[in-house]
């Protein structure tokens, strides 16, 4: 068990342009979770895969942002024209059928936007 | 609507002295609720998990928590602190596909 592993893990980009992170999940997993935390805050949840099938995104993921899991292993989670107000920690998460709510994190994706 | 709140933005206490992190949820249903640690530059990792049964439920490094339904509450304690034990700790709870975290309380050991 390798655990979720996450990349890059710290990003830094200038307003305006796109960035891309990736998410390998633990391989058994079949649900994946992208989550964004800001300082001081508990993670946000963003959108959520079972197996290549995004079934649910949350307002927060605004037209700029695009997540996906093309076969159902890896996913991608794209911002394009970053803003100041992206800046955060990207956390992404996987879990099995049977283990209902019970997710397993990355170390996640620290991006600023200067 | 799901929330979680956690009303201690951070809590000190000494090594050894006993622990208590208070969290606080509101849910239409029956909850399922999690306590999750996170140190510095890790991942956040469970440490316990609460669906039916027991309201007393015991999860690693020695933590527990109780679910009371009647105070909407799901309290972390631990009897005996250790050093390693400050980080960063968060409720929350599960309904469908979306977990809905709390903002964290800020654990600080003194020797």
């Known amino acids: 068990d390798t655990g979720v592993s996450q990349n890059p893990r710290h990003k830094i980009t200038k307003r305006g342009q796109n960035v891309t992170f990736r998410c390998d999940p633990i391989?058994?997993?079949?649900?994946l979770y992208w989550y964004r935390q800001t300082l001081g805050q508990g993670p946000e949840f963003l959108t959520y895969f079972q197996n290549e099938a995004q079934l649910e995104k949350s307002r927060l993921l605004s037209d700029r942002f695009s997540a996906e899991r093309p076969k159902g292993s890896f996913s991608t989670l794209e911002i394009q024209r970053t803003e100041q107000g992206d800046s955060a920690m990207y956390l992404c998460?996987?879990?099995?059928?049977?283990?209902?709510?019970?997710?397993?994190f990355g170390p996640g994706t620290r991006l600023t936007v200067t | 609507a799901q929330s979680v709140t956690q009303p201690d933005i951070h809590i000190t206490v000494s090594e050894g002295a006993s622990l208590e992190l208070r969290c606080n949820y509101s849910y239409g249903a029956t909850p399922y609720l999690f306590w999750y640690v996170q140190s510095p530059g890790q991942g956040l990792q469970l440490l316990l998990k609460y669906f039916s049964g027991d309201t007393l439920v015991q999860g690693i490094k020695g933590f527990e928590a109780e679910f009371k339904r009647s105070q909407s509450s799901f309290n972390l304690r631990k009897p005996s602190v250790h050093w390693s034990d400050a980080a960063e700790y968060f409720c929350?709870?599960?309904?469908?596909?979306?977990?809905?975290f709390g903002a964290g309380t800020r654990l600080f050991v003194k020797a």
């Open positions: 929350a709870v599960t309904g469908g596909f979306k977990t809905i």
């Open positions: 391989s058994e997993h079949n649900r």
């Open positions: 998460a996987s879990s099995s059928p049977g283990q209902t709510g019970e997710q397993y």
